[in-house]
């Protein structure tokens, strides 16, 4: 060999190629793990949102009463927040807290056990609370509870290694009042009540402003920086609303039950979540790309949708804890809430997320490389789900919400089947839209 040097560093750059290679097919392996267990949280959430509106419409006559305590209206509730929603956040939190903050990836093993405890946990709750199941729901709810604490675990791992430490502390905050919901939950099953009155306010405050209303309000600014690239960030400029968004959720919970605070609180958190919707809409505003991926705009109406809703929920909140109106007025609202900010919302991200997974799984280069040798049959993430029957299932959960406070308003049991109608065709159109993606 007249070149021996010249070869053996050729025949190195050729090995160090192959390790590199081979190091990023590993770790996109890796990755492609996370992202099919995301998925199964998500689509498990999205089949416990098609029997919610199944619960609904069989619950149409304790509807028009009014009776937010009937044993299926309970189900129905559960179904949205513990079956649904609760599956979506914790896929959302294990795959975005990560990303969005640059820490550590979630254990595998850990969140195959979370989705386990919570997907048993869910379906035993909803179970017994139809069959009117009284402690018997605490056994399920401590399933849950395991859940969470799995969830809260890997979610510090994440943290402790962020190098945005400060804005990943503010989404472990309504992972903590998902705790204290749990926790009221539990005492609710078990009978630990000094005033049980009291502490389901408790309960459902911090749970649906501590937690969902919160926590979309926090990741929605900083998924849509992800998903719209913007000329200039106005989410970092003072003064900073999530401190006025904790401290009103925090008044709220404390001390709902007098005047001032309920008051104080409700403006706080009010003025910060409108505050981060303003600046959601500047950054869109001031994005670089004229054209929008079509889920983006169902996720700013769905965020900005939060801000009546929640008002509305609020009041009707306050009309009932001081006795001036009865509980028709807070269960329709409630509905309202769920159905036309919280759903609405949820099913714009997962729009955007889920077809960005399913790319990921599918069309990986690193994990396939073989499929990018015709790279023009290789369609674009925002080609994988059809959009028409996506938009027609998200237009008509705000539809149903709506006939829902209609029915609890007027105590005509009519509206509330129409409503389960509307929603089981607008989930049916979305669940099309899901399974033409998979087949793509």
Not at 122 to 127: C, D, E, Q, S, W
Not at 198 to 221: E, K, N, R, Y
């Amino acid at each position: 060999m007249l070149f021996p040097g010249i070869f053996a560093t050729r025949e190195g750059i050729a090995m160090q190629n192959l390790d590199s290679l081979g190091a990023a097919r590993r770790s996109g392996r890796a990755l492609l793990f996370r992202f099919r267990l995301t998925r199964r949280f998500m689509l498990t959430g999205w089949g416990f949102f098609g029997a919610a509106w199944i619960l609904l419409g069989m619950s149409s006559e304790a509807l028009a009463a009014g009776n937010r305590f009937s044993p299926l209206m309970l189900a129905a509730v559960h179904l949205l927040t513990v079956g649904f929603a609760l599956h979506v956040i914790q896929g959302a939190i294990l795959l975005m807290t990560p990303i969005l903050f640059q820490g550590a990836l979630f254990h595998v093993g850990l969140a195959r056990l979370e989705l386990g405890f919570s997907l048993f946990g869910a379906a035993g709750l909803v179970f017994q609370f139809a069959h009117a199941g009284g402690r018997s729901v605490a056994c399920f709810g401590a399933l849950l509870a395991l859940a969470y604490a799995i969830l809260l675990l890997n979610l510090v791992r994440s943290i402790r290694t962020a190098r945005r430490k400060r804005d990943a502390l503010y989404t472990l905050w309504p992972v903590l009042w998902l705790g204290v919901t749990l926790i009221d939950g539990l005492r609710l099953a078990w009978g630990i009540v000094p005033n049980e009155k009291a502490l389901f306010a408790h309960h459902l405050t911090a749970g649906l402003l501590g937690t969902m209303t919160a926590l979309i309000g926090l990741l929605s600014p900083r998924l849509l920086s992800v998903f719209v690239s913007s000329r200039s960030s106005p989410f970092a400029r003072k003064p900073r609303p999530e401190p006025w968004l904790f401290a009103g959720v925090l008044a709220l919970v404390i001390g709902g039950d007098r005047p001032a605070p309920f008051v104080v609180g409700s403006v706080l958190f009010l003025t910060a979540y409108g505050l981060i919707a303003f600046r959601a809409l500047q950054a869109l505003r001031n994005r670089r790309r004229r054209e929008l991926d079509w889920p983006i705009p169902w996720i700013v109406a769905g965020f900005l949708l939060g801000l009546p809703a929640t008002a509305g929920w609020l009041a009707a909140d306050w009309a009932v804890r001081s006795g001036t109106k009865e509980a028709p007025l807070f269960l329709a609202a409630l509905l309202f809430h769920l159905m036309a900010f919280v759903a609405t919302t949820i099913a714009a991200y997962l729009a955007r997320i889920l077809p960005f997974l399913r790319w990921s799984v599918r069309y990986d280069p690193a994990v396939r490389p073989e499929i990018w040798k015709t790279p023009d049959q290789v369609p674009k993430p925002r080609q994988m789900m059809p959009a028409r029957p996506a938009m027609f299932g998200m237009a008509a959960f705000p539809a149903a919400a709506g006939l829902f406070a209609l029915s609890v308003l007027t105590g005509q049991a009519f509206w509330a089947e129409m409503g389960a109608g509307i929603g089981v065709l607008g989930w049916s159109a979305y669940t099309a839209a899901l399974a033409l993606m998979e087949r793509r």
